[in-house]
Every structure is written in C-alpha cells, then in structure tokens.
C-alpha cells in the first residue's frame, strides 16, 4: 500500500518529511500497537520500519492520487507452483548418499559449493567422535527427523505405485526399525548429557548399527526403484 512516510517511526536514517511510497505491510504487534513494514530508507536500502496504528490511518489518508489509494493484499500460497517428480533425480540422490558424494560440487555452476561431511559420511564421522553427539543433542534430533521424512518419502512412493505392497511395506519396516534405533541412540546420548558416565563406545557402536542398517534399507531402496518399471506418473 501506498503510504505518507512522515508519519513513520522517526529513525537517525529516515528523514521526516512528506514523500509518497509504496511499502508492503507484513506484521503486526498488537501489545504494541505498530505495524512493520518492509520499505527503503533514505539511503535506499531495503529496511524493516515501524509505524502506529493511528500512523498507518493518516499515512495512507494522505494519499491523493487516486491510482494509489488501492491496497493490495498478497496471499500466500503453497501450491501455486507444481513440480513434477523425477524418479531419476531421486535414485541420483539415494546413490550420492551411499557413496557421501558432496552434492553441492553437483550444482556449482548455480549454487557455492559447501565442504564438509555428507551421506554416510556424516555417520562414519560421528562413530570415530561419538562425543559430540552426547555435547550438542541437535545433532541426533536431526537424524531422527531425517529418518521420519525417509519414511514419508517411501510412502509417497507407494502412494505413486512405484513400490507395490510387499516392497512398500518392508521398506517402511525397515526405516521405522532404525527410527527406533536413533530413538535409543537420543536416550543414551542424554543420559550422556544430562549425568555423565556414558561409555563412548557404547554410542559409537549404535551410530555404527544405524550407519549399516540405513545403507541396507537405501540399497534395498535403490535396487527396487532402478530395476522398477513403473517410473513414469
């Protein structure tokens, strides 16, 4: 909507005078009674500025032009785009996970390349440094959500009849069972944590057990897939 910033919150980067513009109102604080608002300061950088209740009334009743008295309102919509699923972009991705492939080196022409540890990589890592998983509890938080969007992804699968029932249902067996081993590896992890004297060995030996059934279960996955004929939706 198109505002009077006079009537904005006086800032040392905001000169208060009379100028027309429009600006994109995008949060509210009620307690406070302001509205924030993504506009440009007199710099011309981008900035997030606040502005009154009663400020956000006189700023934009001080509009003239007809033109700019409509306000736009800008929904958010999480379906307006589709993507097609590619089943070939997927087995890519189970391959690059089994092998630790750095994907990002991938997309370099688009995207910067990121170093460090990836797909089975990461397991190998936490198995030689078994306590940084009892010092940052995050970081198996992560692996267990990881391994619940595993199986989201396989039920989409079946979903899409590129898994028929017997695969689709011991693969989902397969990834809930090593849910169940992250689950006791975070228990461990801690008690680790919380009161000390957890063997290190003991929680390299379960990363370990994770590491070998997840490379089991996205063979077994991959195998399934690229011998499949059913690949196109």
Known sequence: MHLDEFYFEKTDKVIKRHYIHSN???GVDREKEIFQVLGYNDDGKLCERYISFNGLYKAHMAVQ???YKKIEVIKYSPSRNKYKFEIEYFLLQIEEFLEGKNSSIRLAGILPVIDGKYGVEVYKYFEKNPEML??????????????????????????????INQEWNELFMGFSSIGDMLKKLLYICM??????????????????????NEIAECTKLFNILQKCERRKE
């Open 24 to 26: 994109l109102v995008f």
């Open 65 to 67: 032009k007809k033109e």
């Open 134 to 163: 009892i010092q940052d509890l995050r970081i198996t938080y992560l692996f267990v959500e990881r391994n619940e969007l595993m199986k989201e992804r396989i039920r989409f699968l079946h979903e899409r009849c590129y898994l």
């Open 191 to 212: 008690l680790g944590n919380f009161r000390g004297g957890i063997s290190l060995q003991m929680v390299s030996d379960k990363v370990k057990e994770v590491k070998e």
